[in-house]
Every structure is written in structure tokens, then in C-alpha cells.
Nanobody, 126 residues
Framework: QVQLVESGGGLVQAGGSLRLSCAAS????????MGWFRQAPGKEREFVAS????????YYADSVKGRFTISRDNAKNTVYLQMSSLKLEDTAVYYC???????????????????WGQGTQVTVSS
């Protein structure tokens, strides 16, 4: 079992930046690939970014590429999502997810992840 707790969400103006954190506890964090997803009101949950177990490979949705950066610190059992140049359409609840996977597979579907956090709200205002 892995427990995930997100933090760092809040209210930010368009064009601003925010860094989300996801702290993991339980089984060995470094054996998991990690992902960030988001869900806006009335919309389905969608893939944002993912990072492989070592941090050596990262993947991004086209909508955030060049603006968001995913990273991880295996010594701290934490994955981060640095968000810059935020847009109104980035407003959503952001979820951290873990996938028991040592490969570099680019997992972008909800069903491909084994554990989920409770989410943190990000609101971008004009």
C-alpha cells in the first residue's frame, strides 16, 4: 500500500506560478512511477504529467508542455509539479497517483495507476 498526500494548491493569478507536492508513505517510493492528473468542474479527470521511477524520464500533456515541470526526490519520498505561466483553464483539482512500475512506460490513463491522493485545489484567477 502507498498513501499519497498532495499539498501546495491555492489561488494564483493568471501568469503566476505554483508548486504542488505529493508526499508518499508506505512501500518503497522509488519503485513507483508517479503521475499528476487534474479534474476541472464538469470535466473528466485528465493526465497532466508523469515521471518514471528514477526521475530520468518525464512525460507531459500537450496542454502543459513547456509550462509545467514534474520532478521527484526519492530521498524525501516526494514528487513535485512546478506550474508556471498558469492559465484560467488550469483551474482544477490536482491529483497525485502512483504506479507500481520499474519501466519507462508512458502511462496516461487513470486505470494504469494503482494509488491516488485526495487532491488539492488550484484556482487561477484573471
Amino acid at each position: 500500500q502507498v498513501q499519497l498526500v498532495e499539498s501546495g494548491g491555492g489561488l494564483v493569478q493568471a501568469g503566476g506560478s505554483l508548486r504542488l507536492s505529493c508526499a508518499a508513505s508506505g512501500r518503497t517510493f522509488s519503485s513507483y512511477a508517479m503521475g499528476w492528473f487534474r479534474q476541472a468542474p464538469g470535466k473528466e479527470r485528465e493526465f497532466v504529467a508523469s515521471i518514471n521511477w528514477s526521475g530520468g524520464n518525464t512525460y507531459y500533456a500537450d496542454s502543459v508542455k513547456g509550462r509545467f515541470t514534474i520532478s521527484r526526490d526519492n530521498a524525501k519520498n516526494t514528487v513535485y509539479l512546478q506550474m508556471s505561466s498558469l492559465k484560467l483553464e488550469d483551474t482544477a483539482v490536482y491529483y497525485c497517483a502512483a504506479r507500481d512500475d520499474y519501466s519507462d512506460y508512458d502511462a496516461r490513463e487513470i486505470y494504469e495507476y494503482d494509488y491516488w491522493g485526495q487532491g488539492t485545489q488550484v484556482t487561477v484567477s484573471s
